[in-house]
């Protein structure tokens, strides 16, 4: 069933829920027991030179009463602007899956951040990141690249996509692609996929309303 205890934890980790960017919701809730859910999180302060952001999003889903997925990811990215391009980051990381051999993965670590552009309708960054990474087989050193973009198709249209790797003993894989469409000011349509390589491939398909708090 639903576990909604670690939904429970994955939104008390979120620091001062109260300023979150953003809450989606969405899923299918079908005949013959059939259902999908999916929870998002967004977060994201700047105070001065410095930088908070925080995501997460959980994906639960059952077949004829039979539970079929149940995973969660929730980062945490401080951040301290050097320069217009450069930056270095603080990151605290936890995602679990019920369904893989590692039921859950926490890192820890520093890293460095460049923004390859920035103007009125596309922006772009990459970082290189050296982390602990924690699971039940113990603890190891690992590095992360991560590529984002973003581009603003319209008015009221954006893309965005967000490419991670880590390389470990195992690597991880995971890209998220979202279509942004803004029905108003505080709502907003999103259409989104979540490939993940750890070590098995998948995807999750994903609609949602988000709703700016």
Known sequence: MLNLSKILIFIMLVPNMALANSVGIGG???KGGS???????DFKEEVGRWQTEVEGNYFYSEKNNVEMRNEGLLNVKRIL????????????????????????RTTYGAGYGYKILRTEKFKASNEITFLNLNTD??????????LWFFYKLADQLS?????????????????????????TKQ???SLGN????????????????????
Do not use: C, M
């Open 28 to 30: 299918t809730f079908l």
């Open 35 to 41: 259902s999908n859910f999916n929870l998002t999180l």
């Open 81 to 104: 602007t050097l320069t217009d391009k450069h930056y270095v980051i603080g990151n605290v990381g936890y995602n679990f899956d019920e369904y893989r051999t590692l039921d859950t």
């Open 137 to 146: 087989l113990g603890d190891e050193l690992i590095w992360r690249n991560s």
């Open 159 to 183: 893309f965005t996509n967000k490419y991670l790797i880590e390389t470990g003993d195992t690597d991880y894989v995971r890209n998220e692609t979202y279509f942004n469409f803004q029905l």
């Open 187 to 189: 709502l907003k349509l």
């Open 194 to 213: 979540v490939y993940t390589e750890d070590p098995i491939s998948d995807n999750v398909t994903t609609i949602s309303f988000n709703f700016a708090l």
